[in-house]
């Protein structure tokens, strides 16, 4: 099993900016894509970003510019440093995992293991 630890969430005024961490442990951490998705309420939950091993990174048009994903290997962490922010962007932000390699990384299906959440609100 692999366990994630988001932290990171809370309150910003729009505009401002937050910066999600997320801190996997467990068995074998030789992973290859840590990502973010987000589920706003009533939503269903979309990506927002990823990367992979290689430090490539992914992200969904609605953040592009906006927020930036960074990884540190040694620590299994992901990082999201969110700029900018909209009331849109208010979510439940998850961390993701995936194992071995894949194409696509954009899909919830694409992932092993995820963390219980942050929420992130923004007020206008």
């Known amino acids: 099993q692999v366990q994630l630890v988001e932290s990171g969430g809370g309150l910003v005024q729009a505009g401002g900016s937050l910066r999600l961490s997320c801190v996997a442990s467990?068995?074998?951490?030789?992973?290859?894509?840590m990502g973010w998705f987000r589920q706003a309420p009533g939503k269903e939950r979309e990506f927002v970003a990823a990367i992979r091993w290689s430090r490539t990174t992914t992200y969904a048009d609605s953040v592009k510019g906006r927020f930036t994903i960074s990884g540190d290997s040694a620590k299994n962490a992901v990082y999201l440093q969110m700029n900018s922010l909209k009331p849109e962007d208010t979510a439940v932000y998850y961390c993701a995992i995936r194992l071995l390699w894949t194409t696509t990384i954009s899909q919830q299906a694409d992932y092993d293991y995820w963390g219980q959440g942050t929420q992130v609100t923004v007020s206008s």
């Open positions: 467990g068995r074998t951490l030789n992973w290859s894509t």
